[in-house]
């Protein structure tokens, strides 16, 4: 599998979770929490794989700035989500009114993201990176996204958590 099909392919699937998260009501409270774990792991794992794989290959291949500006567009959709709300979303009472609408703009912002990503990024990324260059992408991504899955929610935070103090290190102050 390519590295686009295998990203189309989280992204189909992480549709489907917000679909039947969407579908439940305050009182499945076992099914939402169980979805949102869901929903949080492929979530994590994706963007782990997008992040170490996938953007700098193709900001290696990048020809232009609004190549790399679709990395950094992608980046801070990652972070919104992933940083900003996803955390509200977690410490949110699956039965509460508050957890239908914070799913919402989380599904939101995801599917805003995945239609970007593949009708410019993926279109793009077809036009710098020839198929072989695809297939070998993919099959990394492949590996480190049974790696992560394996390992699970405990070490991707702990490894977000790592990347996040490296980060702060190499900011400069302003």
Do not use: C, W
């Not at 979770?17 to 774990?37: G, H, I, P």
């Not at 410490?91 to 009114?97: G, I, K, N, Q």
């Not at 957890?99 to 036009?127: C, N, P, S, T």
């Amino acid at each position: 599998m390519n590295a686009i099909e295998l990203l189309k392919a989280d992204h189909e699937k992480v549709r489907g979770l917000f679909e039947q998260l969407t579908d439940t009501t305050s009182r499945a409270v076992k099914t939402r929490t169980e979805l949102l774990e869901k929903i949080r792991l492929e979530l994590d794992v994706h963007t782990t794989i997008e992040e170490e794989i996938f953007y700098p290959a193709f900001r290696e291949a990048a020809e232009n700035s609004e190549d790399k500006e679709m990395i950094f567009e992608a980046l801070e959709e990652h972070r919104a989500a992933g940083e900003l709300v996803m955390p509200d979303l977690l410490e949110t009472e699956v039965a509460s009114d508050q957890f239908g609408g914070r799913a919402k703009v989380l599904m939101d912002l995801v599917e805003h993201h995945a239609e970007e990503e593949e009708k410019e990024m993926f279109k793009r990324a077809r036009e710098l990176l020839d198929r072989e260059q695809l297939v070998e992408l993919g099959e990394r991504m492949a590996a480190r996204k049974e790696e992560l899955m394996a390992a699970g929610p405990a070490m991707i935070e702990a490894m977000k958590r790592q990347k996040g103090q490296r980060g702060s290190e190499q900011r400069p102050l302003r």
